[in-house]
T-cell receptor, first 114, second 115 residues
Framework: AQSVTQLDSHVSVSEGTPVLLRCNYS??????LFWYVQHPNKGLQLLLK??????LVKGINGFEAEFKKSETSFHLTKPSAHMSDAAEYFC????????????FGAGTRLFVKA | DAGVIQSPRHEVTEMGQEVTLRCKPI?????LFWYRQTMMRGLELLIY????????DSGMPEDRFSAKMPNASFSTLKIQPSEPRDSAVYFC?????????????FGPGTRLTVL
């Protein structure tokens, strides 16, 4: 069975300060993990993904995430927030092997204050 | 590449009417997904096609919903009859192979309002 939990429904940061969006997962299989971003009235766009290669994954727009198997976490970080980062972020888990069942987290809305 | 194309972008209809949402996946992708997004339930996978064949439709809410993929470049999601609780944003996504590690590419969505 698979599940994904985004620990914060809302995160608010000031422009120029670090961003941390937390995600924990559960998977019976070796998982692939993704972060997608959704800007208002837009579709989802891939930020980055982990597929059992390097545990530190770099994505677009300065975001990165670290896969920590011992903690079953895949937290998303960015050193310095920009106003354009304000959006909703989804953590996603999917099995690497056999069948297909992508599970989306509930989302974390990021607010960036000037 | 035009990306995933969905039409219409907005649809307003009255309860009981038939609604058809359309999707054109990215050329060369052989997997297609329909999702529904609401404030209450978040993003839900409705159905997944691979090589035009429905693989998993366990997320389709009830018999009023049906989806087809007659060829590799076109899919429809139909609701008949529509109800106010069907109001949501419906997304179509496609991926190269449908494997678990594949990136899904999302369309802009269709915002459906059922009065």
């Amino acid at each position: 069975a698979q599940s994904v939990t985004q620990l914060d429904s809302h995160v608010s940061v000031s422009e120029g300060t670090p961003v941390l969006l937390r995600c924990n997962y559960s998977s019976s299989y070796s998982p692939s993990l993704f972060w997608y971003v959704q800007h208002p009235n837009k579709g989802l766009q891939l930020l980055l993904k982990y597929t059992s290669a390097a545990t530190l994954v770099k994505g677009i727009n300065g975001f990165e995430a670290e896969f920590k198997k011992s903690e079953t976490s895949f937290h998303l970080t960015k050193p310095s927030a920009h106003m354009s980062d304000a959006a909703e972020y989804f953590c996603v888990v999917s099995p690497n092997t056999g069948g297909f069942k992508t599970i989306f987290g509930a989302g974390t809305r990021l607010f960036v204050k000037a | 590449d035009a990306g995933v194309i969905q039409s219409p972008r907005h649809e307003v209809t009255e309860m009981g009417q038939e609604v058809t949402l359309r999707c054109k996946p990215i050329s060369g992708h052989n997997s297609l997904f329909w999702y529904r997004q609401t404030m209450m339930r978040g993003l839900e996978l409705l159905i997944y096609f691979n090589n035009n064949v429905p693989i998993d439709d366990s997320g389709m809410p009830e018999d009023r919903f049906s989806a087809k993929m007659p060829n590799a470049s076109f899919s429809t999601l139909k609701i008949q009859p529509s109800e106010p609780r069907d109001s949501a944003v419906y997304f179509c996504a496609s991926s190269f192979s449908g494997g678990g590690s594949d990136t899904q590419y999302f369309g802009p969505g269709t915002r459906l309002t059922v009065l």
